[in-house]
């Protein structure tokens, strides 16, 4: 039990303030040098004619440095003079290592890139355009968080894939061509988990994927088309029927997995109101995974139920009158009209709902309860690989693989339906 | 041919007038039997939305003693709320929540400033390697989060940054950068830059006219990527399981629900009460911000 102590409290509040103030300082950090190489990148070019500024500069990045260093000084004190210790003594003192460790980082880190960046600007002639600074200095922070949280992850973990670590070698671990295709070898010839091995788990991954987003779709047009219409209550069937996508996913998959239940989920109960056997949900392979559809389908309707009936208000009312008047039936309204006009909605849509889907972790992790292989899509088995088996260097070549179907998979569809087409412009 | 119309100074996306007569010519031929059908199959389509949740009401309100029923009615006939002071008073339901709100609120704040300053620059500037950018924005939402997870909980266990706020919080604020990112850019665009020129001929200063002048107009727009980063994060089960699943006093709510079911004594009461103390303020919020949000996501799809 960890009660939320008053202790507790204060102790959190305090390590959230520290992070803040950690990506405060790194920010300022990295505008503050951004700007430096800027202005390096300027001198550098006049110094080229005009060998003096170059005294100029060496004075500017003197005085940067010495209000960097002060705002330091001044940041520690305060932190220093706060009276943290009385809450909790390792993370005060973690605390103040990490403000070492940045001004220690930023120190030793400012100077070359401050020179790079500058070189680089400078070279690349970007320094004729000042209003482009302004660009570059708004950009860096974004593009630096997204740089390292998944840029350099991905490189990281391809370096991973070709290496033997695990827990038990989780410090000492080597990286080699010979672990990489080891690994590779393993995943295709040994079972990724216990009992099922890769290309067992990549089928029911493309069903899972298939048999959702076209329950999804079809589900979706079909209420967008009923609801697009002037009814009495549509607001309110509209507000219902979003329902589950309102929901708190995980809620709403942990209540499901309740309602599984052999003797007390309503799902059964009802089956056998309905003069049915009641299933084995959460013990019977075959169940398990329907029940996880069910799941995934009653998530996923309203998402494409709500975008579809978006694209279907923006089609004007011309087609279908001209249409009538050349005599067209409903049907042939629908697939000569509403999907063609669609198009520019459905596909990006489709594209998007099989990633989600494939990749879906919430729902076939926590509706198996009983950790059947036999429910595990590639996601989740990678997950599992990683982080129960400890097998981290397969876990990344796993999920290096895995991302390479999916990223084959939407090349080949973008580029067949022409979508995303002028999706940026 | 444009089919929204952009209203100036909310900049939503708004149906066009041609569309809305598409909208009430549809009912004018039907006869009554298929209106009667099509009602008949909306009920339908919202019991079977409706009544899972509904579901989790009815557990939450049944007394302790008969937790485990077959009854199917929503209401039981002997509802008690036992199972709401049980929650907040006897389990660490309470530091969940909390725990939650400061990673959530935290990383939100963070990931609203970055993607605004960046997104400012996509929207008013030609810049080499703009449409790259852009481009590798998009491309970044087809990475499995799962595959990133790996090389991040490697990483941070490297630096020690796993079971505490820190990482989690680091991690956290870029995942949704992206989006964001693209639906400040479209809303950015709507708003004339002669706004900001003026601003500059009376003297103000870039940053000044984007911080005075740019950021109030989109004060919507900033608030629909708060709550969106918000939700994001609020309800994410994976991540938070990877980075603190070993430090019980960081859990946050979406952790601490599955201690709910994970023991084999299913507090099932505990459990239908938490979550409709969730979800009530999360439904609420997302019900009233979806229309923006889905404005914003087929904003740029349907210009066609």
Same mark, same amino acid.
């Given at each position: 039990m960890d009660k939320l102590t008053p202790a507790l409290f204060g102790n959190s509040l305090q390590q959230i303030l520290s992070t803040v103030l950690i990506i405060v300082l790194a920010i300022i950090t990295l505008e503050v040098s951004l700007y430096l190489a800027w202005l390096l990148a300027e001198r550098l070019d006049r110094a080229l004619h005009k060998q003096a500024a170059l005294i100029g500069y060496v004075i500017q990045i003197g005085a940067f440095a010495a209000v960097f260093l002060g705002a330091l000084a001044v940041a520690s004190s305060v932190l220093d003079s706060l009276d943290f210790k009385a809450l909790l003594k390792p993370v005060e003192s973690d605390l103040m290592r990490g403000l070492y460790l940045w001004a220690a980082l930023s120190a030793i880190f400012v100077v070359p890139l401050v020179s790079l960046a500058g070189g680089v600007i400078s070279l690349l002639r970007?320094?004729?355009?000042?209003?482009?600074?302004?660009?570059?200095?708004?950009?860096?922070?974004?593009?630096?968080?997204?740089?390292?949280?998944?840029?350099?992850?991905?490189?990281?973990?391809?370096?991973?894939?070709?290496?033997?670590?695990?827990?038990?070698?989780?410090?000492?671990?080597?990286?080699?061509?010979?672990?990489?295709?080891?690994?590779?070898?393993?995943?295709?010839?040994?079972?990724?988990?216990?009992?099922?091995?890769?290309?067992?788990?990549?089928?029911?991954?493309? %069903?899972?994927?298939?048999?959702?987003?076209?329950?999804?779709?079809?589900?979706?047009?079909?209420?967008?088309?009923?609801?697009?219409?002037?009814?009495?209550?549509?607001?309110?069937?509209?507000?219902?029927?979003?329902?589950?996508?309102?929901?708190?996913?995980?809620?709403?998959?942990?209540?499901?997995?309740?309602?599984?239940?052999?003797?007390?989920?309503?799902?059964?109960?009802?089956?056998?109101?309905?003069?049915?056997?009641?299933?084995?949900?959460?013990?019977?392979?075959?169940?398990?995974?329907?029940?996880? %559809?069910?799941?995934?389908?009653?998530?996923?309707?309203?998402?494409?139920?709500?975008?579809?009936?978006?694209?279907?208000?923006?089609?004007?009312?011309?087609?279908?009158?001209?249409?009538?008047?050349?005599?067209?039936?409903?049907?042939?309204?629908?697939?000569?009209?509403?999907?063609?006009?669609?198009?520019?909605?459905?596909?990006?849509?489709?594209?998007?709902?099989?990633?989600?889907?494939?990749?879906?972790?919430?729902?076939?992790?926590?509706?198996?309860?009983?950790?059947?292989?036999?429910?595990?899509?590639?996601?989740?088995?990678?997950?599992?690989?990683?982080?129960?088996?400890?097998?981290?260097?397969?876990?990344?070549?796993?999920?290096?693989?895995?991302?390479?179907?999916?990223?084959?998979?939407?090349? %080949?569809?973008?580029?067949?339906?022409?979508?995303?087409?002028?999706?940026?412009? | 041919m444009s089919t929204t119309t952009v209203d100036q100074t909310r900049g939503l996306a708004r149906p066009a007038p041609a569309a809305r007569a598409t909208f009430f010519r549809a009912m004018r031929g039907d006869s009554s039997f298929k209106r009667l059908l099509i009602h008949l199959t909306l009920i339908v389509s919202c019991a079977i939305s409706a009544y899972p949740i509904l579901r989790i009401v009815s557990v939450a309100l049944r007394p302790g003693d008969r937790l485990l029923s077959t009854s199917l009615a929503i209401i039981p006939d002997d509802a008690s709320l036992n199972s709401f002071t049980h929650v907040v008073n006897e389990t660490d339901f309470p530091l969940w929540i909390w725990n939650s709100l400061i990673i959530t609120i935290t990383t939100a704040t963070i990931g609203v400033i970055l993607a605004a300053t960046s997104a400012y620059a996509f929207s008013r500037w030609k810049f080499p390697g703009r449409s790259f950018g852009l481009v590798f924005l998009l491309a970044t939402q087809m990475i499995p989060a799962a595959m990133l997870l790996v090389p991040i909980f490697i990483v941070s266990t490297q630096l020690g940054l796993t079971n505490s706020y820190r990482g989690l919080i680091l991690a956290f604020s870029v995942t949704t950068v992206p989006f964001s990112v693209w639906i400040l850019k479209g809303y950015y665009d709507t708003i004339p830059i002669d706004l900001e020129e003026a601003a500059k001929i009376d003297g103000a200063s870039q940053l000044q006219a984007f911080v005075k002048i740019l950021l109030p107009l989109s004060t919507p727009a900033l608030a629909i990527v708060f709550l969106f980063n918000f939700m994001t994060a609020w309800n994410d089960f994976m991540l938070p399981r990877v980075m603190i699943g070993s430090a019980t006093q960081l859990h946050v709510w979406t952790l601490g629900l599955q201690h709910f079911q994970d023991q084999f004594r299913t507090s099932w009461g505990d459990f239908a009460a938490a979550s409709i103390m969730i979800s009530i303020p999360v439904m609420a919020l997302f019900l009233y911000s979806s229309k923006w949000l889905i404005s914003g996501l087929t904003l740029g799809s349907v210009k066609g």
């Open positions: 970007l320094q004729r355009q000042p209003s482009l600074r302004m660009v570059y200095l708004l950009l860096a922070p974004a593009a630096v968080g997204l740089g390292v949280l998944i840029v350099y992850p991905i490189f990281y973990e391809f370096r991973l894939a070709f290496s033997n670590m695990s827990l038990r070698n989780f410090k000492v671990f080597e990286y080699s061509l010979e672990h990489g295709l080891n690994n590779l070898t393993l995943l295709f010839t040994e079972p990724v988990l216990k009992q099922v091995g890769f290309f067992p788990v990549l089928l029911r991954t493309v %069903i899972w994927t298939a048999v959702n987003v076209s329950l999804h779709v079809a589900g979706g047009i079909g209420l967008a088309l009923l609801l697009n219409r002037p009814m009495r209550g549509r607001g309110l069937y509209r507000t219902l029927l979003v329902l589950p996508w309102a929901i708190p996913q995980v809620i709403a998959v942990l209540a499901w997995r309740g309602e599984f239940h052999y003797q007390y989920g309503f799902v059964n109960l009802i089956l056998q109101g309905l003069g049915l056997e009641p299933v084995k949900w959460l013990t019977d392979p075959l169940w398990n995974f329907v029940g996880m %559809i069910i799941v995934n389908v009653w998530l996923g309707i309203p998402f494409m139920m709500v975008i579809l009936l978006g694209g279907l208000q923006s089609i004007a009312g011309e087609y279908y009158e001209a249409a009538e008047i050349d005599g067209a039936s409903a049907r042939q309204q629908f697939t000569n009209i509403t999907l063609p006009l669609l198009r520019p909605v459905l596909t990006p849509v489709i594209v998007l709902g099989t990633i989600w889907t494939f990749n879906n972790f919430n729902v076939p992790f926590l509706i198996n309860q009983n950790e059947l292989e036999t429910s595990d899509i590639l996601v989740t088995a990678l997950f599992r690989s990683a982080f129960e088996y400890n097998r981290y260097g397969f876990a990344a070549m796993f999920a290096f693989v895995t991302f390479l179907i999916l990223l084959g998979f939407s090349l %080949i569809y973008i580029w067949r339906s022409g979508g995303l087409r002028g999706a940026y412009e | -």
